[in-house]
């Protein structure tokens, strides 16, 4: 050919390699993180209850320690119900003496296009007359919503940076993070089922009860007995969609290995990718311990309960333990409930035995007592306290008669008798 000849030059195919470590390939793949792994990968063969994907599912709700007591029935817990805990779960200090009442509402929240979008429930479904929604369920758009959110965009940027930057590892370990909670939430998935009564037994008028706490305060819960089963004395009911153990521990190990190969891929992507992935595991779990730190309250949807606080002449602080168990009893309209349950909440002395007849023959019969009055509620807690607490009720208190100093008189008497010989007090 003469020299004059025009030359033609053909394109290399495109170096798919700089998708993977730079140009590189996997010569430079890293495993530098095995021992990491080791560790991760304990929970596929322990039981351990500190691993990062556990191989059981809790059964239960957590609960607080208390003694729930009935007034009517004698029914007694030693704990109270995690949902019932946050409807009234208010820190009270000592000794001091509150009272509530929790009705139900008839007909529940119906669900909304909300439900549809962030529950997933169909709308066929929302509509048809046979939908019953749960009484109690988590916020459609709670604080953990938005944390999915964030979830969502962050890894929506996360993979577009690293299809901008021509970094396929970092692209896999998006997919494969991304896709692990998604896939552990499916398997955690669960719905909680209050306890109902039996269609045809119908429950008593009352289901009154009286809680205390540790600190020796009281709060008084007046209520039928629908409420009272379904938020202290019957067990509250997980029903995860994935019923199976032993499919849910298949998906806990399926996510393990997904976790495993999302780190090793996201050790091998690109410095700034890393920096980039740091950044959004610190927003992330940043909005998780905000959303944490926001009261249980906020978590829940409790639309069902209506709650109206009630009070009593000289307000819920107490200065002795004698006097709040006092306001308790008027509270509660009766003296039983304190015998009731393996820890009561008086001693089984003379001493209590004769103080309880004296404010049980109070209880009978003074007039004040038997009847509430109206008026504004002393000191009462906002988010019980209703839109009129100019307008509540108020129980009347004796004046001519101290529970700590007829108790005192009470033990006096006693000992003065054990002196004889009489007793033992």
């Not at 991760?40 to 691993?51: D, F, K, R, W, Y």
């Not at 909304?112 to 019953?132: H, K, P, V």
């Not at 891929?265 to 779990?285: D, E, V």
Request: hydrophobic fraction near 45%; glycine fraction near 6%.
């Amino acid at each position: 050919m003469s020299g004059n000849a025009a030359n033609t030059t053909i394109a290399p195919p495109p170096n798919w390699q700089m998708l993977w470590g730079n140009g590189a390939g996997f010569y430079n793949f890293q495993l530098d993180i095995v021992g990491f792994l080791a560790v991760l990968g304990e929970s596929s063969v322990v039981a351990n209850a500190q691993a990062l994907l556990p191989p059981n599912r809790p059964t239960d709700l957590p609960s607080r320690k208390a003694w729930v007591t009935s007034v009517h029935t004698g029914n007694a817990k030693e704990h109270v119900h995690h949902v019932a805990n946050i409807l009234l779960g208010e820190e009270l200090s000592l000794f001091e003496v509150r009272c509530v009442e929790v009705t139900k509402k008839q007909e529940p929240k119906p669900a909304d296009r909300l439900d549809t979008i962030f529950r997933g429930i169909q709308t066929s479904a929302r509509e048809s007359a046979n939908y019953d929604p749960p009484p109690v369920k988590a916020k459609a758009t709670g604080p953990l919503t938005w944390v999915t959110l964030t979830g969502f965009f962050l890894s929506v940027s996360l993979f577009i940076t690293s299809f901008v930057l021509g970094d396929g590892y970092s692209m896999l370990a998006t997919l494969l993070l991304s896709f692990l909670s998604t896939l552990i939430g499916i398997a955690n998935k669960w719905t909680l089922r209050l306890a109902k009564r039996p269609t045809g037994n119908a429950p008593d008028d009352a289901g009154d009860l009286v809680i205390r706490y540790p600190n020796g305060s009281f709060l008084v819960v007046k209520c039928d007995d629908e409420v009272a089963r379904e938020l202290y004395f019957a067990p509250e009911e997980i029903k995860y969609t994935i019923k199976s153990p032993a499919v849910y521990r298949i998906i806990s190990l399926l996510a393990t290995l997904i976790l495993m190969l999302g780190i090793i891929f996201l050790a091998n992507a690109k410095l700034q990718l890393q920096f980039a992935w740091a950044a959004s595991y610190g927003i992330i779990n940043a909005a998780h311990w905000a959303a944490a730190a926001l009261p249980a309250r906020s978590h829940w949807d409790l639309s069902c309960y209506v709650i109206r606080e009630q009070s009593v002449v000289g307000g819920p602080e107490n200065k002795t333990f004698t006097e709040a168990l006092w306001k308790a009893i008027v509270l509660a309209k009766g003296t039983t409930w304190v015998r009731n349950g393996s820890s009561p909440a008086a001693p089984q002395t003379k001493t209590w035995d004769k103080w309880l007849d004296d404010a049980s023959d109070l209880l009978v019969t003074r007039d004040e007592l038997k009847n509430p009055g109206i008026g504004r509620l002393v000191n009462p807690v906002i988010e019980w306290a209703g839109d009129t607490p100019e307008k509540g009720t108020v129980w009347n208190m004796p004046k001519d008669w101290d529970p700590k100093a007829a108790w005192d008189k009470i033990y006096q008497d006693k000992k003065e008798e054990e002196k004889a010989g009489k007793i033992h007090v």
